[in-house]
């Protein structure tokens, strides 16, 4: 399983970023793909994930009406809109892949690719 996260950046208060997850070397519908986030000095996050086979999603409360997670299956690639960004939305973004889509709340999948980092000015 590999995971490749590209989009972050610099942007401020009330932007917005768009995040890819590009997966390779594994079967993508068997999967789900989520986002999460570690701020500094927090623990880890789930922001979002889609089950692929179904399109099922999960977003966690902090971001619902602001983020929007979407799947393109054709290119195994998975996205992540982030409107209305906040200060309090800072932190490493990272995509991982698991079978099991009910342990997104808890940040609990298998494969991690590397974070992006996503830095939010007032």
């Known amino acids: 399983v590999q995971l490749q996260a590209s989009g972050g950046g610099l942007v401020q208060a009330g932007g917005s970023l768009r995040l890819s997850c590009a997966a ?3 079967t993508f519908d068997d999967y789900a793909i989520g986002w999460f ?3 500094p000095g927090k623990g880890r996050e789930g ?3 889609i089950k ?4 099922s999603i999960y977003y966690a409360d902090s971001v619902k009406g602001r983020f929007t997670i979407s799947g393109d299956n054709a290119k195994n690639t998975v996205y992540l ?3 209305s960004l906040q200060p309090e939305d800072t932190a490493i973004y990272y995509c991982a892949a698991d079978r099991n889509y009910y342990t997104c709340p808890r940040g609990n999948f298998a494969s991690w690719g590397q974070g992006t980092l996503v830095t ?3």
């Open 37 to 39: 986030r570690q701020a």
């Open 47 to 49: 922001v979002a994930c």
């Open 52 to 55: 692929n086979s179904d399109g």
């Open 81 to 83: 809109q982030m409107n």
């Open 120 to 122: 939010v000015s007032s």
């Open 24 to 26: 390779s070397g594994f």
